[in-house]
């Protein structure tokens, strides 16, 4: 069973914003009068293990060939992190001048992007300065310092006013529920029902014709918050996602994926066929204790011909999977997955392609 991780504020605040559209976002959040910049302006930076120890910035951001942005998320503030950046900042233009092989040791002047260091904090302490300085941290005069400016939720609704709300809904329901899989229900549903992190206006303004997402996560009350949603978009409004696949709920020994289709209507209902193997070391192997109904389901959709759902360790059965792709002759396959890692995907790519079949 799925729990709440303690780093889950952490993952999320990563993953976001590498994506293109969201490290545009938190950009402009504080550059709002550059409105002229792409998502192809932004690149990502971050840099992993800069230190023997295995710290590393959660963002890093370059943007044109002018500016570089690190950003980190703290819920437990330290005045650390101004000695955290400057190691950061450090590491960052070291791979920068290495990339461009530029010489450090000529005459000529070379020429960097301008750092700007920030910090979100989601915690609830009231008395975090607006910035922090490496000079506080020594005593006297010294040759070396930097500013670091705290980020704190705003009410603008931008995307890191966005993320701070996202981290207070996740405290609160880890407090009422522990870390537990219903920790992680509630926080999404209450994350959609609030327009936190907007994944469905995302999906619309990015013109997305079908949203997936992950396997494991959902609930009853998530399928009722994202149909309602759905169903506040004008019929005659075809910029909406026209399949939505909803984060599969686990009850009853079975694992089950709904599709709602652009009204919030629901489209079929695909259960997971093939239980996952949990390894550990520790406390022995775990199967995945589902009852699978031998049924598959296929959405006949102009213009793209026969989709089907195959839940996460479905797609890796090789004798199903080729039953799918040659038997039923789907065009399309659905995967939402909540794989830990153990499995690679990319293998099934070439069935896929043989038989001339899209994979998302």
């Not at 310092?145 to 705290?150: A, L, Q, S």
């Not at 149909?227 to 984060?247: G, H, I, M, Q, R």
């Not at 209902?269 to 389901?297: A, T, V, W």
């Amino acid at each position: 069973m799925s729990e709440m991780r303690y780093t889950v504020k952490d993952s999320v605040f990563t993953y976001v914003f590498k994506q293109p559209e969201y490290a545009r976002k938190l950009y402009l959040a504080l550059h709002p009068e550059d409105t002229a910049v792409t998502e192809a302006d932004c690149k990502l930076v971050t840099l992993e293990n800069v230190l023997t120890t295995g710290m590393y910035n959660d963002v890093g951001l370059q943007v044109r060939d002018t500016l570089i942005l690190l950003v980190e998320a703290q819920s437990v503030f330290s005045v650390n992190i101004a000695l955290r950046m400057l190691l950061y900042l450090a590491a960052t233009y070291k791979e920068y001048t290495e990339e461009r092989k530029l010489n450090l040791y000529g005459t000529a002047p070379v020429t960097i992007p301008r750092p700007e260091l920030y910090v979100v904090y989601t915690g609830d302490r009231p008395d975090v300065p607006d910035e922090l300085r490496l000079s506080e941290l020594y005593k006297g005069s010294g040759a070396a310092d930097v500013e670091v400016k705290v980020l704190r939720g705003n009410g603008t609704g931008d995307i890191v006013d966005q993320y701070v709300r996202f981290c207070k809904i996740s405290d609160e329901e880890r407090k009422e529920h522990g870390r537990s899989r219903k920790a992680i229900e509630e926080t999404l549903r209450r994350c959609i029902e609030e327009n936190v992190l907007a994944i469905v206006d995302e999906a619309k303004k990015q013109g997305v014709d079908i949203l997936v997402m992950p396997e494991m996560l959902g609930s009853y009350h998530i399928r009722k918050s994202v149909a309602d949603k759905l169903s506040e978009f004008p019929e005659n409004d075809e910029s909406y996602p026209a399949l939505t696949v909803l984060p599969s709920i686990w009850e009853a020994h079975q694992n089950t994926v709904i599709v709602l289709d652009e009204y919030g209507d629901e489209v079929i209902r695909q259960e997971k066929q093939h239980p996952f193997m949990l390894k550990n070391s520790e406390e022995g192997n775990c199967l995945e204790n589902i009852n699978p109904d031998r049924k598959i389901h296929l959405i006949h959709c102009e213009g793209i011909g026969r989709i089907a759902i195959m839940v996460c360790k479905d797609a890796l059965m090789k004798d199903y999977l080729h039953m799918v792709l040659t038997v039923l002759k789907v065009t399309l396959l659905i995967i939402p997955s909540f794989s830990t890692g153990n499995y690679n995907f990319k293998e099934i790519i070439q069935y896929c392609r043989v038989a001339d079949c899209f994979l998302d």
